[in-house]
Each structure stands twice: as C-alpha cells, then as structure tokens.
C-alpha cells in the first residue's frame, strides 16, 4: 500500500502543479496490480494524505478500448464555461485531434453515473476525453466535471490539460469567428499515429514506474529488517537478513524471466552449430601411448576417435 500511495501522490501533485484551479470534484483514479484506488472528494492533491486515498470497483474504469488504467475529473476553468452549454467540442487544434480523438461528448449522467456507464464507454472507444452533466442550474446552463482517460496517469494529466487548451481557444476563437474544427478522417489518423506511436514510449514509462516502485519496496522492506535487528541489538544481523531479504526479492523478480528462457541445447538457436563446434573442440581427449593428438573422423551420430569410436559429442 505505501509504494501504490507514493505512486498515486507523485502525479496528484503533478495534477495540482496547473496553473489554474482543478475545481472542488478533482479526483485521480489509477488501475495498479492490487487493484483500483482513488483520491477521495475534495483531497488535497498538492499534498496528499494515505487517508485520503480509497479502494474502488473495478467498474469505475470505462473499458471502451484495451489500456485504460487512469482517469482524472476535474473543473478547470474554460471546460467549465464550455460545459455550461451542453455542446460536444470538436478539435480545432492538431493536438486535441490526437490526445482526444474526433471530439469531447457530452454525457448525460443526471441519473447517476452507473446508467451513463454504456454510453461513456462507447464514447472512450475512440476518445479520450468528454464532459459529464450532472445537474441544471437555475439559469438554465448546464452543471458537471471533466472526464479525461489514459494508459497512464501522466496520460490522462495531459489529455485534461490539452483539452482544456482547446476549449479556451475555442472561446477565444468565437470573438473574431467560428473556429474551423479538423476533419474526422483526419482525426482519427492522427488519433491513430498518436496512439501507436507513443505506444512504446509508454511502455517504457510503465516499466520505469514498475522498476521505481520495486526499488521502493526494496528499500522498505531492507529498511524494516534494519531496524528489526537494530531493536535486537544486533546492527550486522540486521544489516544481513535486510541484504538476505533484498537478494530474496530480486531473485524471486528475475524467476519469471529465467523460466521463460529456452535454455535446453535441443531448443531452436541460430548458433546451435557453432555452439557445437566450440563444444567439440573444447572436449578433453587423452592418448594411451603417444603424446600426438589421435585422428578424427566424422560419422553419423558425431564426431568419433578413429581408435576407440568413443563418440566425444553429439
């Protein structure tokens, strides 16, 4: 739990360091190994607390499309005011056309996110971002959050504030003009290159972080039997069940890896010959009477010394 809270606490930050206010609904919700956690309404992301971290259904997560792990809600300024119309916004910028996708919905959940669930996940098939209404104001406008999605954490972080980039030069534009919104063909290519082209970069990250968070646990797990044998008394035992229980861990991390290696002389190898060439030759061969070497001959079955036949490998 304490590596999944630094995780979670690093992009919270990352998510209050905006420039502009996040609102009272700004919530993170990641997918790790351990299942889905979330900051609680209305936490303090710029300094978040282990209390304010809480366990979520895996439902939360709107599975339109494979790699979905992270969500951030949010009610930053000009998606507000954008919002408060009840109109999808469509990319007038070649960035939202690949953060996003084709456009950000809006999505009707006045009667509660669980009966908005189907329509949102259709939406996140393609997209990655879309407006939630949850209420009315008197006024007549319309009241809700921001719903920005992810592979990652950092992610959604980005597609929130390119989104909200584009909802305030579309405000903008609307002074001087309609802005002119990318075609839908052209959106979803370059939705598209986004996608497989940061797929790698992406993967890399997530190794990092899974690396990052093993060497945190290392550290608190060498620390613990650290201080367990400084509480015995015994400095140099607990410097040596923390060493023990630190090679313990790598090894056990680095079994899958050796498991899935084929390292059976009969599995298929591109240098299998020459493996057994140098095998060959490095075979230790001894002469009863003469100190020349004895003569070789090649058969079926190996290579065999002409005196004995004893074959010296095969």
């Not at 969500?71 to 919002?83: D, G």
């Not at 006045?110 to 908005?116: D, F, S």
């Not at 923390?242 to 680095?254: F, I, P, V, Y």
Request: hydrophobic share 40%; net charge positive.
């Amino acid at each position: 739990m304490n590596s999944i809270y630094a995780y979670i606490k690093k992009y919270a930050a990352m998510l209050a360091a905006q420039p502009y206010p996040l609102g009272l609904a700004a919530r993170l919700i990641v997918e790790t190994d351990e299942g889905v956690f979330g900051t609680v309404k209305g936490a303090d992301l710029a300094d978040l607390s282990e209390t304010e971290l809480e366990k979520l259904p895996l439902s939360v997560l709107p599975k339109g499309r494979q790699g979905i792990r992270s969500i951030v809600i949010s009610q930053t300024p000009a998606c507000q005011e954008w919002l408060r119309r009840g109109q999808a916004l469509f990319p007038a910028l070649d960035d939202m056309a690949q953060v996003i996708g084709t456009r950000a919905a809006v999505i009707d959940a006045r009667g509660g996110l669980r009966k908005a669930v189907p329509q949102l996940v259709r939406i996140m098939r393609t997209n990655a971002g879309c407006f939630m209404v949850i209420g009315r104001a008197p006024n007549g406008t319309y009241l809700g959050y921001t719903l920005t999605v992810g592979r990652t954490p950092y992610e959604a972080i980005v597609a929130m504030t390119v989104l909200e980039k584009s909802a305030e030069v579309a405000l903008l534009a609307e002074k001087i003009g309609s802005p002119q919104p990318v075609s839908a063909w052209e959106c979803r290519r370059m939705r598209s290159i986004y996608l497989k082209k940061y797929s790698k970069s992406e993967a890399s990250a997530r190794a990092a972080e899974a690396a990052a968070l093993a060497a945190h646990e290392d550290a608190a797990a060498a620390k613990t039997a650290t201080d367990a044998g400084a509480a015995d008394g015994n400095t140099d035992l607990g410097t040596a069940n923390a060493a023990d229980e630190l090679q313990a861990r790598q090894t056990l991390r680095r079994l899958p890896v050796q498991l899935r290696r084929r390292t059976s002389p009969l599995a298929p190898c591109r240098n299998h010959r020459q493996h057994a060439k140098k095998r060959c030759a490095r075979s230790l061969w001894t002469t009863a009477s003469s100190s020349s070497p004895p003569v070789w001959c090649k058969g079926p079955g190996g290579i065999f010394r002409r005196a004995s036949m004893t074959p010296i490998c095969w």
